[in-house]
């Protein structure tokens, strides 16, 4: 089988594909109701976004087979960006309902921020504050999702913005 692949890069990007597109509508067929093209049920979409993603993971495959390697090396995975903006997600969620959208906003924009190498302070600061105010204006104010907005602190319920 080794001397089939060509390019071990390609070859195992398609095996993950074309098992997680497998994966996905194998668990669609099963968990779902499917339906018609005309009347889709809650499966449909999945199943077909599984197929597709199983057949471009076949053709990166096959592919894998034809070309060549072109003295292409892969770079080594860079484990602590990934640790800093899955951190950052949980810790949202964690911190979501008991200091509310404002607060845990700023945890998220701030905490995945260190996960890149061109850190700078002011501008992280900036967009964090950008980010989670559109983000409390559209979900909280807007779209009335019952999200809290401030911490359900006594200190906080005297500004009208906790309050909404």
């Given at each position: 089988m080794r001397k089939f692949i060509r390019n071990a890069h390609d070859?195992?990007?398609?095996?993950?594909?074309?098992?997680?597109?497998?994966?996905?509508?194998?668990?669609?067929?099963?968990?779902?109701?499917?339906?018609?093209a005309a009347r889709m049920g809650p499966g449909y979409f999945p199943f077909v976004l599984g197929m597709i993603l199983l057949g471009i993971g076949i053709a990166v495959l096959v592919l894998s087979m034809r070309?060549?390697?072109?003295?292409?090396?892969?770079?080594?995975?860079?484990?602590?960006p990934l640790f800093w903006v899955l951190g950052s997600i949980c810790l949202f969620g964690v911190m979501l309902k008991v200091t509310g959208v404002l607060?845990?906003?700023?945890?998220?924009?701030?905490?995945?921020?260190?996960?890149s190498g061109e850190f700078k302070a002011?501008?992280?600061?900036?967009?964090?504050?950008g980010l989670?105010?559109?983000?409390?204006?559209?979900?909280?104010?807007?779209l009335k999702l019952p999200i809290p907005m401030c911490p359900g602190f006594a200190a906080f319920e005297q500004f009208a913005l906790c309050r909404v």
């Open positions: 070859f195992w990007t398609g095996v993950m594909f074309a098992v997680t597109g497998g994966a996905f509508a194998g668990i669609a067929i099963v968990q779902y109701k499917l339906g018609t070309r060549s390697e072109r003295e292409r090396t892969v770079d080594k995975f860079h484990w602590t607060f845990a906003g700023l945890a998220l924009v701030v905490g995945s921020s260190l996960g002011k501008e992280i600061v900036l967009l964090a504050i989670t105010v559109f983000c409390a204006a559209v979900f909280v104010g807007g």
